[in-house]
């Protein structure tokens, strides 16, 4: 199976990159999985239904979410009635939505896609750990398994926490991917069991700014330490970040894992075909 993950859409930039990008995407890498995480596409902070809808249509597959998956309120009834949109799995019991979903790609295969939101310096939720553990012995890998491939979204500030999920589910995920820090990190690799992992997947936004926020109204905050002009996207050329993992059916463990970053201001890299 050849799956792309997309990081962090960021506003306006991030989003119409995104859009324009995903077909050609779809249609080189002969991608049977996008997965995209799109928890700050509206204007920097959280999903509307329609920038939703036009994600799906321009090809993603699922939309994971994250610690702004309800800045947008109108997203609550949507999510309801909306599978491929998922939030994190660890949230209380109660709490709208689902942080799994199980989607059919080309040849009748299915794929299991599953996000937790790490704990360290974040919300306290649930145990991200034991949640996602929960859902992957659920679910067989591989050929005659119920999917054929699992991708988990560990959604974290700390980048010790999200490469303990990575070695937790080593030899049990196709790919463990990390998001929230907006920045792509250089460590994507397959692990010793076989599951693809990178730290963060980047964003999907501009990166003249901070972490996709205006550069000015950001960088205040941190010499003044009093409230500034509210945050608003940088609206420059948007960078799209990502992996690329290409699995063994037989197995559903990855056998590449290749970053991809295009357009905007980060060095390119696409995978081969």
């Known amino acids: 199976m050849r799956i792309l993950f997309l990081g962090d859409i960021v506003g306006r930039s991030g989003r119409d990159a995104v859009v324009a990008a995903l077909p050609a995407l779809r249609r080189d890498l ?106 992957l012995a659920q679910h067989s890998l591989g050929t005659g398994g119920s ?12 980048t010790s926490e999200k490469q303990a999920m990575g070695h937790s589910f080593d030899g049990r995920a196709s790919l463990v991917i990390g998001t929230h820090t907006h920045v792509p990190t250089a460590d994507a690799r397959i692990l010793p069991g ?30 003044r330490k009093v409230p500034a002009e509210r945050l608003a996207p940088a609206e420059g050329e948007a960078t799209v970040c990502g992996l690329f993992v290409e699995t063994d059916d037989a197995t559903g463990l990855a056998r590449r894992a290749e970053p991809l970053r295009m357009g905007g201001g980060l060095s390119p890299a696409m995978p081969l075909p």
């Open 30 to 135: 002969a991608l049977d999985l996008v997965v995209v995480n799109a928890e700050n596409a509206s204007h920097g902070f959280g999903l509307s239904p329609e920038m939703a809808r036009a994600l799906f249509a321009a090809g993603a597959d699922v939309l994971t979410l994250g610690n702004h998956a309800w800045d947008r309120k109108e997203i609550i009834p949507y999510i309801e009635e909306e599978p491929r949109l998922i939030r994190p799995l660890n949230y209380p019991p109660g709490t709208p939505g689902r942080g799994v979903a199980v989607v059919e790609v080309p040849g009748g295969r299915h794929a299991l896609v599953v996000q937790a939101m790490g704990r360290l310096f974040m919300e306290p939720l649930d145990d991200p750990f034991r949640a996602v553990q929960a859902v």
């Open 147 to 158: 999917v054929q491939a699992a991708v988990v979204d560990i959604h974290a500030e700390a």
């Open 194 to 223: 076989g599951t693809a992992f990178q730290s963060d997947a980047g964003m999907c936004g501009d990166y003249d700014s901070v972490i996709g926020m205006g550069k000015g109204g950001a960088s205040i905050r941190f010499w």
